[in-house]
């Protein structure tokens, strides 16, 4: 991570929370890692990847607000309109046209408290500040350079 930050350009912000799941994902699972760093995979798959981790049902408020930021992120880095209006069907207990564009665990309705689920809308349209695809490329060179 010490060599990740002082690699990266001044001015740029490297999303911690992205950075540390890239690297994870980098070191556990390479071809979603690839998937993903190409556009293939779409950020859902990672965070189903994270999910598969195991979490205890008792984990603190503070990690699972971690993780709902990590997904938040992930989502946005996705085509932002397909992702709203998934979880607008979803909000609306609709069915869903591209379930692909959100994790099983977010598509798992009984999950939810409506609160997160207001979260993630919120933070997802384009005014908010956000990653994007060539964040996520960006952060991977990072990773690259870090493993060279």
Excluded: C
């Amino acid at each position: 991570m010490a060599l990740v930050g002082k690699n990266i350009q001044e001015k740029l912000f490297m999303y911690p929370y992205l950075l540390g799941v890239l690297i994870v994902l980098r070191l556990k699972n390479q071809p979603l890692y690839w998937r993903f760093m190409t556009g293939e995979a779409h950020g859902a798959e990672v965070m189903d990847s994270i999910n598969e981790l195991g979490f205890r049902a008792d984990v603190d408020d503070d990690l699972k607000q971690s993780l709902l930021w990590v997904e938040v992120d992930l989502y946005r880095t996705d085509d932002h309109t397909q992702v709203t209006d998934q979880l607008e069907l979803l909000k609306e207990g609709k069915p869903l046209t591209h379930p692909e564009y959100l994790s099983e665990k977010t598509r798992d309705r009984k999950l939810w408290k409506g609160q997160d689920l207001e979260k993630i809308l919120k933070s997802m349209p384009y005014h908010v500040p956000g990653p994007t695809k060539n964040t996520i490329r960006y952060l991977g060179g990072l990773i690259e350079l870090f493993r060279q």
